[in-house]
């Protein structure tokens, strides 16, 4: 059982659309919720972390569904430049000797066409 | 301010060569970790060192040891190299407690091939 999974796509999608992503994660007492962006042959970069009533960045809005223990990911208006994998991240807490316990999801691929 | 550094960025070893991956912070973080990335698997945890002068095993630590040497600096070695451990090897870091504090920031990577 993975802790963490998403659709690993590929979505490929029109400059201009909305896309969305989700991530279910099998820890019910999972504390923390996060949407990173690696593009190819680079590090994660964290994009935003989720909140319980649900947040947006921009064009980004990130939404948490404790009760179904699943998160989503909503692009809109996909620019190029938003090309990249998405990774889905929980935090279970934290280990005994302080440091963040995480798990990641395998990514979902997203490609913008012109 | 350069945030997480690691060295070296590609690397070649034969089976069984040693060698160590170094990484550096420059945040002030407590906490340092060791991932490694392989297609379809997600980032799993090496070790991770929630403050200087404790390490502690992640999920997948056999074959590797770490050092955390100060606050700024934790090393992660491989004494044997397999193919098996052909990977990308990243490093992170965290603060620990409070809002904020748990996102972890990535270094740009180690790319090892194990031949």
């Known amino acids: 059982r993975k802790e963490v999974e998403q659709d690993p796509g590929p979505f490929n999608v029109p400059e201009g659309a909305t896309v969305a992503f989700n991530c279910t994660y099998s820890?019910?007492?999972?504390?923390?919720f996060f949407w990173y962006r690696q593009d190819c042959r680079k590090e994660p970069k964290l994009l935003m972390s989720?909140?319980?009533s649900g947040n947006e960045d921009g064009r980004f809005t990130a939404q948490l569904n404790r009760a179904s223990q699943y998160i989503s990911l909503l692009i809109r208006d996909s620019k190029l430049s938003d090309s990249a994998t998405y990774l889905c991240?929980?935090?279970?807490?934290?280990?005994?000797?302080?440091?963040?316990?995480?798990?990641f999801g395998t990514g979902t691929r997203l490609t913008v066409i012109p | 301010n350069a945030g997480v550094t690691q060295t070296p960025k590609f690397q070649v070893l034969k089976t069984g060569q040693s060698m160590t991956l170094q990484c550096a912070q420059d945040?002030?973080?407590?906490?340092m970790y060791w991932y490694r990335q392989d297609p379809g698997m997600g980032l799993r945890l090496i070790y991770y060192?929630?403050?200087?002068?404790?390490?502690d095993k992640g999920e997948v630590p056999n074959g590797y040891n770490v050092s955390r040497l100060n606050k700024r600096e934790f090393s992660l070695r491989l004494e044997s190299a397999a193919p098996s451990q052909t990977s990308v090897y990243f490093c992170?870091?965290?603060?620990?407690?409070?809002?904020?504090?748990?996102?972890?920031?990535f270094g740009p990577g180690t790319r090892l091939t194990v031949t």
């Open positions: 992170a870091s965290s603060g620990t407690g409070g809002t904020g504090d748990y996102e972890q920031y």
């Open positions: 989720v909140y319980s």
């Open positions: 060192s929630a403050s200087e002068g404790t390490t």
């Open positions: 945040m002030n973080h407590n906490s």
């Open positions: 820890n019910s007492a999972s504390q923390s």
């Open positions: 991240v929980v935090r279970e807490g934290i280990f005994q000797t302080g440091a963040n316990n995480l798990f």
